[in-house]
């Protein structure tokens, strides 16, 4: 049973470019988290997602980011015109049924996002 | 506002030193409590998850408590691959589910 897969693992982008970072949960999963983690801020929320519903989207900046879990395919991390404060790492987590939820998030590898 | 803090930040042990390390939180109510480990280059992964104040779990050389104010991770005899970095995280009542993470105990273990 394959874990939650994050890509890119590795992403360099120029200021101004776009970055898609791509997220497939667990077999089973219906819900989406993706988190981003500073060395000197831990993780921080960004989104939570189950298929084709934004949940809550409270830690995500208005401007530039957006998410999306389609019923098809992976769930996507979308951040336009990126500037170096974006540099971080990316992570996505999933979980079966909130209701059924020990607290126990399986987490991706991570996208590391470099901004030059 | 919900609030998790870590201490201390870093911690640095002889292999068979036993320790503690802290979470301590402030929320409105506690739906649930979690500890996670974090290797280097990787993403966390589940260790615990405690309920409610007197609840303790134990995983080989870990063991997780809690009481209304704060959790413990007390590691016995630790051993070099407990190096890893500790988070704390909880849920609070109400609201969707969403963890809030501490920054974490960067643990080291020297041989």
């Known amino acids: 049973n394959a874990g939650v897969m994050q890509n890119p693992r590795h992403l360099v982008r120029r200021r101004g470019q776009e970055a898609r970072l791509r997220c497939s949960p667990m077999?089973?999963?219906?819900?989406v988290y993706w988190y981003r983690q500073l060395p000197e801020e831990g993780l921080k929320f960004m989104v939570y997602?189950?298929?084709?519903?934004?949940?809550?989207e409270s830690g995500m900046p208005k401007e530039r980011f957006s998410a999306e879990f389609p019923k098809e395919g992976p769930s996507i991390l979308r951040i336009q015109q990126v500037v170096r404060g974006d540099s971080a790492a990316y992570f996505c987590?999933?979980?079966?049924?909130?209701?059924?939820?020990?607290?126990?998030?399986?987490f991706g590898e991570g996208s590391r996002l470099t901004v030059l | 506002e919900d609030q998790v803090t870590q201490s201390p930040e870093a911690l640095r042990l002889q292999e068979g030193e036993s320790s503690s390390l802290n979470c301590s939180y402030t929320v409105s109510g506690l739906r649930g409590l979690f500890w996670y480990r974090q290797d280097p280059g990787k993403g966390p992964e589940f260790l615990f998850t405690l309920y409610s104040a007197g609840e303790e779990k134990e995983k080989e050389r870990l063991k997780a408590t809690l009481t209304k104010k704060e959790s413990f991770l007390h590691i016995t005899a630790p051993k070099p691959e407990d190096s890893a970095t500790y988070l704390c995280?909880?849920?609070?009542?109400?609201?969707?589910?969403?963890?809030?993470f501490g920054r974490g105990t960067s643990l080291i273990v020297h041989p």
């Open positions: 077999k089973g999963h219906s819900h």
């Open positions: 997602l189950q298929k084709e519903n934004i949940i809550d």
């Open positions: 995280a909880l849920h609070a009542s109400g609201g969707s589910y969403i963890p809030t």
């Open positions: 987590a999933s979980s079966p049924s909130e209701t059924l939820n020990t607290g126990e998030l399986f």
